[in-house]
Antibody, heavy 125, light 108 residues
Framework: QLQLQESGPGLVKPSETLSLTCTVSGGSISSSSYYWGWIRQPPGKGLEWIGSIYYSGSTYYNPSLKSRVTISVDTSKNQFSLKLSSVTAADTAVYYC?????????????????WGQGTLVTVSS | AIRMTQSPSSLSASTGDRVTITCRASQGISSYLAWYQQKPGKAPKLLIYAASTLQSGVPSRFSGSGSGTDFTLTISCLQSEDFATYYCQQYYSYPPVTFGQGTKVEIK
């Protein structure tokens, strides 16, 4: 059974860089069938797609965040990571990692059929 | 970016009711629409993709319809475990993929 698990600091200071890692177990991140994404949800609010990555390193980013976001993949560790720079209180959210199946859905970066449990990141001094 | 608008934002219903949630796209998205269910403190769960295809393991009381700009999610006979927030998502035009603002289904 595929599992995704987010990890990283729960508290980040304003202007610093938020860094999270998603570890994939029960399947290979190197499969050509999947894209891997990050989605966030501010407390009490809706969902916002941040970006997605392929095992080869090909990425798609949300234009609204593109200048601050970097998503990378480490196939040797079966992990992919998110870095969000120059954070403010508006970046406080639960951050989820998730998978999209190209072969099932026939589309590159959505929808998301497997999700991590999410991790709350608070931006505060 | 394509804007997704759900209605209503919330609704109250009783177990056994038929519930319909609407999602409207700001431009045509063919059938590139998904529906998710989210319970408090949990990750979203994919219910439907391609507007009307039920994800594996999802009960048949859930159904989706629509194409172009107007879509609906219907729960034919509401069960206690269906009280949650529901989101639509378009993946026709990206980046970005975009979500609706959510519809909270509460117990009457």
């Amino acid at each position: 059974q595929l599992q995704l698990q987010e990890s990283g600091p729960g508290l980040v200071k304003p202007s610093e860089t938020l860094s999270l890692t998603c570890t994939v177990s029960g399947g290979s991140i190197s499969s050509s069938s999947y894209y891997w994404g990050w989605i966030r949800q501010p407390p009490g609010k809706g969902l916002e797609w941040i970006g997605s990555i392929y095992y080869s390193g090909s990425t798609y980013y949300n234009p609204s965040l593109k200048s601050r976001v970097t998503i990378s993949v480490d196939t040797s560790k079966n992990q992919f990571s998110l870095k969000l720079s120059s954070v403010t209180a508006a970046d406080t959210a639960v951050y989820y990692c998730a998978r999209t199946s190209i072969t099932i859905f026939g589309v590159v970066i959505a929808p998301f059929d497997y999700w991590g449990q999410g991790t709350l990141v608070t931006v505060s001094s | 970016a394509i804007r997704m608008t759900q209605s209503p934002s919330s609704l109250s219903a009783s177990t056994g009711d038929r519930v319909t949630i609407t999602c409207r796209a700001s431009q045509g998205i063919s059938s590139y629409l998904a529906w998710y269910q989210q319970k408090p403190g949990k990750a979203p769960k994919l219910l439907i993709y391609a507007a009307s295809t039920l994800q594996s393991g999802v009960p048949s009381r859930f159904s989706g319809s629509g194409s172009g700009t107007d879509f609906t999610l219907t729960i034919s006979c509401l069960q206690s475990e269906d009280f949650a927030t529901y989101y639509c998502q378009q993946y026709y035009s990206y980046p970005p993929v975009t979500f609706g603002q959510g519809t909270k289904v509460e117990i009457k």
